[in-house]
């Protein structure tokens, strides 16, 4: 096994000053290490080990809810580990003012969707483009959507826009510059336009009306060959809106503005294309569900992709701790990256719950003790995720929860609107420079 680290030489000396503490003053209790978790016995050694089994491996996301997302994602990326995913997304308008009338002999000149960047993932120097097609199925806001929730659209392609992601540069729009993406919609004369500016006045007397007379859109991108970004917009921004320009028999240059809303139903959809062009040890491990595959690699996945699931089999049984009562000073789980992230960038947080058996996850006791305590969060310096797991461990050894548990499951916090991607280091990587999934543990042995 690997040697310790000056940290866990640390944490052992740290541990021992405790154990004397303890063993001088019965009557008062750490309020550090260990604390609510220690039985009131005289510990009899603090001791170190990175020898626990792991089992680990990476499975396909079911559908996740994408409704609730606050920014909508659009484009593609291919990528050499994860294959070709496509995100889109389905969207209500509003009306600007209630009972708007087009005036006499209304004629449309063009309608233009304006969509505020947020920001981008990926390679953004990859030519995308875009299709938007016309609603024909009811949204509502008082349901849940998911990013497999496919609804029926015209077979009109509305724009057929071409751009790279450029989150960062300005737009020059109406005397001011903002980031955003402007798609000239087409079909002027028989299709969405001429429907909308013929709407009868009842279609345009509230929201509720018109949402039935108009569904709304579906923006979707077409798969990237290679490199490829997904860009983040923000819908219910001011700068995103869509606009209809006509004239009519009193004026010449004439528009009307729909809008966005928190109130209006949106939601993400996201094709992976079953990770047919993936990497093989990829397809071999989460799609042909070769377990045995997450010794070398695992996975994380965003826009409903993948996730990982953690176990620790028989903990109880290992010869550190068979037989004895022991208290768990510190465990912490190791997570690192297979690779330096470039092109995409390491999620900045990951979640790491109690699979609870019945498609539900609970949270675990240690993250009750507050996000720098319990970890998660990406650390550049060594390229790693770290979780402490201390209460979890114990609950553990006292009760003999693991010897049939379901384990715990790791995805990316905020997935369901969120293109990250990450690879780490299984639990036994084929390289032995390479620093494996592993859990340390500082622990005490109690007297009999």
Known sequence: MKSTSTYYTRIIALSLIISVFILISCNKKP??????????????????????????????????????????LLGSIADPTFGTSVAGFYTQF?????????????????????????????????????HVYELLEDLFVDSSY?????????????ANFSFKPEPNTPFAYDGDTLPMICLKLSDISTGLMDRLIHADSTDLDSNVSF??????????????????????????????????????????????TFFVTSNDEHYNVFNHNNYQNADPAFIGQVVQKDTLLGTSKLYMEGMG????????????????????????????????????PTVYSAPSQLALVNDDGDG?????????????????????????????LTRYIQDMLLNGKGR??????????????KADRWVFNGTNPS?????????????SVLNE
């Not at 108009?214 to 917009?233: C, H, M, N, R, T």
């Open 31 to 72: 309020a550090r290490i260990g604390d609510g978790i220690q039985p009131d016995q005289n510990l009899l050694s603090v001791s170190f080990s990175d020898a626990t089994n792991i089992v680990a491996y990476s499975s396909i996301e079911d559908s996740i809810r994408t409704d609730a997302t606050t920014e909508m």
């Open 94 to 130: 509003r009306l600007s003012t209630n009972g708007h009338t087009f005036g006499d002999n209304p004629v449309a000149d063009s309608m233009v969707l304006r969509l505020a960047y947020k920001t981008a993932y990926g390679d953004t120097l990859t030519q995308q483009t875009v």
């Open 146 to 158: 998911y990013s497999n929730s496919v609804k029926q659209t015209s077979a009109t392609d509305l």
């Open 211 to 256: 949402q039935k007379f108009f569904k709304g859109l579906y923006i979707v991108a077409d798969p990237v060959a290679s490199g490829g970004a997904v860009s983040y917009f923000s819908l219910t921004s001011t700068n995103s809106f869509l606009t209809l320009y006509y004239k009519n028999d009193e004026e010449d240059s004439l528009s009307y």
């Open 305 to 340: 992709g993948v996730k990982t699931r953690i176990r620790f089999p028989n903990l109880a049984d290992y010869p550190e701790f068979a037989g004895k009562k022991v208290v768990i000073n510190e465990a912490k789980l190791f997570l690192t990256g297979v690779e330096t």
């Open 360 to 388: 539900t996850y609970s949270v675990l006791d240690d993250q009750l003790e507050g996000s720098s305590y319990f970890g998660g969060t990406y650390k550049s310096s060594v390229n790693e995720y770290q979780f402490r």
């Open 404 to 417: 049939d548990d379901h384990g715990l499951l790791l995805f990316i916090i905020g997935a369901s609107g």
């Open 431 to 443: 390289e032995d420079t390479l620093k494996p999934l592993r859990l340390q543990v500082v622990y």
